[in-house]
């Protein structure tokens, strides 16, 4: 679920700007309530979007049932925004992103404000203005965290146009509406992905689908240690000399449980701990690591086998 995102498009901005992905770590807290998709310091009404049931769609969730605010914290010493997302529908969502694109009718006076301000912020040069003057203003938001049915998250980041670097103030948010939505979710034991365009109001879903919950198939690594109670886990990497997955809705305790039960399992030899990270060797020469992600609340591990 790693994404290799590129930031404004230009060459000379994707140098300069996509080499880092952002500037200080998320920490805890709330953001206030405010209308949907709308800034906090803002009082404008929502616009009122169809649901599924209304437009006929054959979705499982209507956009509706997502609802999401957008404001100001301090984290890392900078003012971000962040996102909180709350699951109204009767599904676990494993994903979603939200794009966003220059709002129409915004000034010119608008446009060179937020060009000023992201000069200025990021150090660009002429050239790099010259270059995103010729683009739309443009957004997006990405959670990679399960959000089980009737539970919400926070401290989801917002970010520059396709990239990864924060935003950092809602009037630029306030130059942008929402466009398309991307839903994933699961159900039977399926991963679903769903889309919700804001411009025409229509839903559509993807035909493929993926298994919520997957496990070596074609490696004999998994037998080594215990499968993660999780609802979704991918298999990143199956075969005979390795096993990777990535389970998702772990907190930081679980994976402190998950290290100490692959201690039981005998990876003990030349141990490494380390702040979310843990790396050992079992009698016979095989290795596992075992990673935290804060931002996603996943654990991911990698068995390799003995030379």
């Given at each position: 679920?790693?994404?290799?995102?590129?930031?404004?498009?230009?060459?000379?901005?994707?140098?300069?700007?996509?080499?880092?992905?952002?500037?200080?770590?998320?920490?805890?807290?709330s953001l206030p309530?405010?209308?949907?998709?709308?800034?906090?310091?803002?009082?404008?009404?929502?616009?009122?979007?169809?649901?599924?049931?209304?437009?006929?769609?054959?979705?499982?969730?209507?956009?509706?049932?997502?609802?999401?605010?957008?404001?100001?914290?301090?984290?890392?010493?900078?003012?971000?925004?962040?996102?909180?997302?709350?699951?109204?529908?009767?599904?676990?969502?494993?994903?979603?992103?939200?794009?966003?694109?220059?709002?129409?009718?915004?000034?010119?006076?608008?446009?060179?404000?937020?060009?000023?301000?992201?000069?200025?912020?990021?150090?660009?040069?002429?050239?790099?203005?010259?270059?995103?003057?010729?683009?739309?203003?443009?957004?997006?938001?990405?959670?990679?965290?399960?959000?089980?049915?009737?539970?919400?998250?926070?401290?989801?980041?917002?970010?520059?146009?396709?990239?990864?670097?924060?935003?950092?103030?809602?009037?630029?948010?306030?130059?942008?509406?929402?466009?398309?939505?991307?839903?994933?979710?699961?159900?039977?034991?399926?991963?679903?992905?769903?889309?919700?365009d804001f411009r025409?109001?229509?839903?559509?879903?993807?035909?493929?689908?993926?298994?919520?919950?997957?496990?070596?198939?074609?490696?004999?690594?998994?037998?080594?240690?215990?499968?993660?109670?999780?609802?979704?886990?991918?298999?990143?990497?199956?075969?005979?000399?390795?096993?990777?997955?990535?389970?998702?809705?772990?907190?930081?305790?679980?994976?402190?449980?998950?290290?100490?039960?692959?201690?039981?399992?005998?990876?003990?030899?030349?141990?490494?701990?380390?702040?979310?990270?843990?790396?050992?060797?079992?009698?016979?020469?095989?290795?596992?690591?075992?990673?935290?992600?804060?931002?996603?609340?996943?654990?991911?591990?990698?068995?390799?086998?003995?030379?």
């Amino acid at each position: 679920m790693k994404k290799f995102l590129v930031l404004f498009g230009a060459v000379v901005l994707a140098a300069f700007l996509t080499a880092c992905g952002g500037n200080g770590e998320t920490s805890g807290g709330s953001l206030p309530n405010d209308t949907a998709g709308q800034p906090a310091d803002k009082t404008s009404e929502a616009e009122t979007v169809p649901s599924s049931e209304e437009t006929g769609s054959a979705c499982d969730i209507s956009i509706d049932q997502i609802e999401y605010s957008v404001g100001e914290e301090i984290s890392g010493g900078e003012r971000d925004l962040f996102m909180q997302i709350t699951n109204n529908s009767s599904y676990t969502i494993c994903g979603f992103d939200l794009t966003y694109v220059e709002k129409s009718g915004i000034t010119q006076e608008q446009k060179e404000a937020f060009y000023s301000e992201v000069k200025e912020k990021f150090k660009m040069d002429d050239d790099d203005i010259e270059a995103l003057r010729k683009r739309e203003i443009s957004m997006h938001a990405s959670a990679e965290k399960l959000i089980p049915a009737g539970e919400k998250i926070g401290k989801v980041h917002l970010y520059y146009y396709a990239g990864s670097f924060y935003m950092r103030s809602l009037e630029h948010y306030g130059l942008v509406d929402p466009d398309i939505a991307t839903i994933n979710y699961v159900k039977d034991g399926k991963i679903y992905t769903e889309y919700y365009d804001f411009r025409s109001g229509a839903y559509s879903l993807e035909d493929k689908t993926e298994d919520a919950y997957g496990w070596a198939k074609n490696s004999s690594l998994g037998d080594l240690i215990s499968k993660p109670e999780t609802e979704v886990c991918r298999v990143e990497t199956d075969r005979d000399d390795s096993f990777w997955f990535e389970a998702f809705g772990c907190s930081s305790d679980y994976f402190d449980k998950y290290v100490e039960d692959c201690r039981t399992k005998g990876f003990t030899v030349d141990e490494y701990s380390h702040d979310g990270y843990f790396s050992a060797d079992d009698a016979n020469g095989n290795k596992i690591t075992v990673t935290y992600h804060e931002d996603e609340e996943s654990i991911s591990v990698t068995i390799y086998a003995a030379d």
